[in-house]
């Protein structure tokens, strides 16, 4: 049973164990002689037929040819996945994704990474596809151009041949439901499939003379003028002049949306390449800038700009790009409909110096950032990490004077190094940090747990995730991003201070299947330094299985009363606070239903997790081991 349906044991799970897979081939050839269309190049024949029920196989040909006439492994039930190359059509990669049983994590690492822009994609469904489809995995298939997975719901049929990057217009899909049958009928997508190079780069002219990108005077030898302005308005993109003459190019979609970049060589005075990626509408374009960016040489110089929306779907991978590789030190506080303007240098080796040339313009999400420029003698000048960060608290502070310890004094990120004698895996650990906000101190709160963080010696920023609310205040995402923390949206059904809880767990453990431990923190707790050091010396306990869990927190330790501080306490109580949780305790107490059972009410707390004595090891509570 599966929730209410029924699953069919009896039907026979691998199809080619009753029938002969000459008797299979015979059938798939005479399907695609009956069922493919006559096409003229540049166009070439596509026919694909899903399964029906859990019986009748599905069917794949390409130009003439019965593409499971190679496939050697058993058709179970699945998604039937072919990749084939754009140039001469060989089989790349074929494989049955059994998603009702395994999810569709490596249907999505094979959409996004494990093809290339240009490859020829066709899918087929055999029994079901719908139960564990996750909604991400949902999400890439209509990025790749289909205008029907999301309809389709439990025993549905669906086909969908496509070339990975290439306009929806060239697509060839269908799909049916299942009304009153237990199955639906079999559907087929015959078609004739333009096949194209893709080349994410886009035509341009570089041509129109404006002197020194109207710059009054102009450059040295040693830089060359620069004119970038953007505005978030359905008329305008970024426009760019480069040394002297404006850089123009063609639209892939209306309004330029997401990412332009131009990328030029200033020692060959030469524009390189342009392209535009719609980092607002599609997982895949993000993946294609990070490719863009990669594949420039070293030393090129980099220009880029938002046009209407470009941070929804920026991914990670883009922002350390552009981050190491070429010196940005705002890309990671780009919030919805914000502006940005762009100038680096690409360093392939990493570690790039901050570069001078930089905007970005915040607002609301109900409204577009502010009309930005940059117009500038570009040469190879960098700003200091203390630089940085000095120009990001004072901007944060014009906005929210309300910080006076922030706003008083230079704030100071430099990692405090961590004890070589210490390579606990503790420090690679992610920390999750959930604030309880709505209160009048929320904010207050929240800095004292994010500022404890920062003088952590060992702690790397890029391990912090801190959970806000859809709604979250822009003020709450700028103090995070000031720290250079990583910041999780929980969805908007996430109401209750439970609910985001319940999603952060689950969802740290998605971040890699390496992960088998996570540290987790309320914003109504601040770390003492010694923190990360107590928690790698308690390491080996879970690991060994002795404690369920280790908590550097301990309800009933007070400065001044315990008499015992280097004791650790072990107990059958769990305040939650600054505590260490293994995937194996959270799968087996805590996971999906069992939430609201152990977890539902928030952490009580308030305090300090360590209680700030002069002592070598903070107090601990650790839960006894589970059972």
């Keep these: 049973m599966f929730g209410s349906r029924m699953i069919p044991t009896a039907l026979p799970r691998v199809v080619w164990l009753v029938r002969t897979s000459a008797a299979r081939n015979e059938d798939t050839r005479k399907r695609c002689s009956r069922l493919q269309t006559p096409c003229a190049a540049p166009s070439y024949s596509v026919m694909v037929q899903s399964g029906e029920s859990s019986t009748k196989i599905p069917a794949m040909c390409f130009n003439g040819i019965d593409l499971l006439s190679g496939f050697s492994e058993p058709l179970t039930r699945g998604l039937l996945v072919f990749v084939l190359d754009q140039h001469n059509f060989d089989v790349k990669f074929s494989k ?14 094979l959409i996004l990474r494990g093809t290339v822009w240009g490859d020829i994609m066709l899918f087929a469904s055999f029994d079901d596809i719908t139960v564990n489809l996750a ?66 780069k886009v035509p341009f002219n570089w041509e129109k003379k404006v002197p020194h990108c109207g710059l009054p005077i102009p450059c040295s030898k040693e830089s060359f003028s620069v004119r970038i302005f953007t505005q978030q308005s359905p ?80 991914s990670r991978d883009v922002i350390r790009r552009l981050e190491t590789y070429y010196g940005s030190s705002l890309v990671d506080r780009l919030v919805y409909r914000a502006t940005w303007l762009f100038v680096g240098r690409h360093v392939t080796a990493g570690n790039a110096n901050y570069t001078l040339y930089e905007l970005v313009s915040l607002d609301d999400p109900d409204h577009f950032g502010n009309p930005i420029e940059i ?14 960060l000095e120009y990001r608290r004072r901007d944060f502070c014009r906005s929210y004077p309300d910080y006076a310890a922030l706003c008083s004094a230079p704030l100071s990120l430099v990692p405090l190094p961590r ?77 209750s201070y439970s609910s985001r809880l319940s999603h952060s767990f689950s969802r740290v453990f998605q971040l890699s299947p390496r992960v088998q431990h996570f540290i987790f923190l309320p914003t109504n707790a601040a770390v003492c330094p010694d923190f990360l050091e107590f928690l790698a010396d308690s390491f080996p306990l879970l690991i060994n299985n002795s404690v369920a869990t280790v908590t550097a927190f301990n309800e009933n330790g007070y400065q001044g009363v315990s008499s015992e501080a280097e004791t650790l306490y072990r107990t059958d109580t769990f305040p939650g606070v600054g505590s260490m949780i293994s995937r194996k305790v959270y799968e087996g107490f805590m996971g999906g239903p069992k939430w609201g059972e ?28 589970a059972p």
């Excluded at 990057?165 to 639906?184: F, T």
């Excluded at 030029?264 to 390449?273: E, G, K, P, Q, R």
């Excluded at 952490?603 to 903070?618: D, F, K, L, N």
Aim: hydrophobic share 35%.
């Design 96 to 109: 049955v994704f059994d998603i009702y049983e395994k999810g569709s994590k490596d249907l999505s690492e």
């Design 135 to 200: 909604q991400y995995t949902t999400d890439l298939i209509s990025d790749l151009g289909s205008a029907k997975i999301a309809q389709l719901v439990y025993r549905g049929t669906w086909v969908f041949a496509t070339q990975k990057g290439l306009p929806a217009s060239r697509n060839c899909e269908n799909m049916a439901n299942k009304l009153s049958r237990d199955w639906a009928t079999r559907v087929t997508a015959s078609c004739c499939l333009t096949v194209a190079d893709y080349n994410p």
């Design 235 to 314: 008329k305008h993109w970024p426009e760019y002049c480069v040394a002297g003459k404006v850089v123009s190019y063609e639209a892939k979609r209306v309004n330029h949306r997401g990412l332009n970049a131009v990328a030029y060589d200033s020692v060959a005075d030469t524009v390189l390449a342009v392209g535009t990626f719609d980092t607002y509408g599609s997982y895949l374009e993000g993946v294609a800038l990070d490719e863009f960016l990669a594949g420039l040489p070293d030393g090129a110089w980099l220009l880029l700009g938002i046009s209407d929306e470009g941070s929804m779907r920026l």
């Design 375 to 388: 117009k500038d003698c570009v040469s190879p000048k960098y700003l200091r990490t203390e630089e940085v």
């Design 419 to 495: 004890s070589p004698a210490n390579s606990s895996p503790v420090y690679s650990l992610p920390i999750v940090l959930v604030p309880l906000l709505g209160q009048p101190s929320s904010h207050l709160i929240l800095y004292e747990a994010l500022h404890s963080l920062s003088r952590l010696p060992g702690l790397n920023p890029s391990n912090v995730y801190v959970v806000l609310p859809t709604s979250a205040n822009p003020e709450f995402n700028q103090l995070v991003y000031l720290y250079r923390y990583n910041i999780w949206v929980s969805p908007p059904d996430s109401h």
């Design 598 to 625: 152990c977890c539902g009410k928030p952490t009580e707390g308030g305090v300090c997790t360590a209680t700030g004595r002069t002592r070598s090891r903070p107090r601990s509570v650790g839960s006894p081991s």
